[in-house]
């Protein structure tokens, strides 16, 4: 059974700064022949796309959060982290870790269980 635990959520004022990490764990599942990726949910809105990182390195990013997040994969830890800068309150959300592959051309997706992230004065 493959789990993701994210951390590093918190508070912080608005222009601050937060890493969030992402640690996948069990079978002989392993983060470098993943996608994976965060997205956030804010209240009374819809899941958005923050951040992905396909197995090759390849990273996508969200339009709201271009150049100030950066994604990132440790392969050795087996853990995906959101460097998270200039933070501003619209960026106030449960943010979500996945990582989805597949093994037989059968797709397995993952997720983890949410950190809440608040960015406020």
């Known amino acids: 059974q493959v789990q993701l635990v994210e951390s590093g959520g918190g508070l912080v004022q608005p222009g601050g700064s937060l890493r969030l990490s992402c640690a996948a764990s069990g079978g002989d599942f392993s983060i470098s022949s993943a996608a994976a990726g965060w997205y956030r949910q804010a209240p009374g809105k819809q899941r958005e796309l923050v951040a992905t990182?396909?197995?090759?390195?390849?990273?996508n990013y969200g339009y709201s959060v271009n150049n100030r997040f950066t994604i990132s994969r440790d392969n050795t830890n087996n853990t995906v982290y959101l460097q998270m800068n200039g933070l501003k309150p619209e960026d106030t959300a449960v943010y979500y870790c996945?990582?989805?592959?597949?093994?037989?051309?059968?797709?397995?997706?993952?997720w983890g269980q949410g950190t809440q992230v608040t960015v406020s004065s």
């Open positions: 996945n990582a989805h592959h597949y093994v037989d051309f059968r797709l397995y997706d993952y």
């Open positions: 990182i396909s197995s090759w390195g390849t990273t």
